[in-house]
């Protein structure tokens, strides 16, 4: 079992312990009748309950998207999002390595020159135009989960500078997890994103 499986492992029997009603009200997850809770995440719907966090569709999955939904699930997390947006590198602590820039060096070269791929896996992932903030640089807006909205900055590249895709935190994001889950939020996305553009297909990530 590598490290991964085993943080989610602790993580059942917390949710076999967890106020799903009450999470569900606060956290903006979905109450299905059977007493469990629905969410989407990166283009799947998963079923959390007290038994682990599983995508619905029975395909395989990252432990670390079961692990960032069980982290939000468990959340004693209040608020809304300030829709303002800050690097992920603001929410580390003391001691932290919070510049974490080389987890999204894949996208620029996997959408480097090619906006439109870039655009259209924005889509399938539920992403919202935002605006074009220069001639070569456009925002994309994504709730990748209910409290947790993000900014994702398209910068295409030129002669002296490589594409770059920028992920950006609401500024209450912290609110609901910590650091370290957030960067596994970001790796999840980041790996989302480069699938989907690969294979066109949100199904079987693992």
Known sequence: MSGYEQIYETLIPKLGECDFLEASERLGLSPQPDGSLSVNF???????????????????VNVNNRSVLAYYTLSQGVGEPAFSYVPISNF???????????MTDPLGKTFGGDYVTFSETMCRLGGVFDSMLRSDRYSWLLKVLPNIPLQII????????????????????????EFECLAFLKGCLVRAMI????????????
Do not use: H
């Open 42 to 60: 990166l283009g799947r719907e998963y079923e959390i309950s007290s038994l682990g966090v599983n995508p619905t569709d029975g395909k395989p």
């Open 195 to 206: 699938m989907i553009a690969k294979t066109g297909d949100t199904d079987g990530w693992v």
């Open 154 to 177: 398209y910068n295409d590249g030129d002669d002296e500078f490589p594409c770059e895709v920028q992920i950006l935190f609401d500024k209450n994001a912290a609110r609901f997890m």
């Open 92 to 102: 580390a602590g003391p001691g932290l390595f919070g510049n974490i820039r080389w």
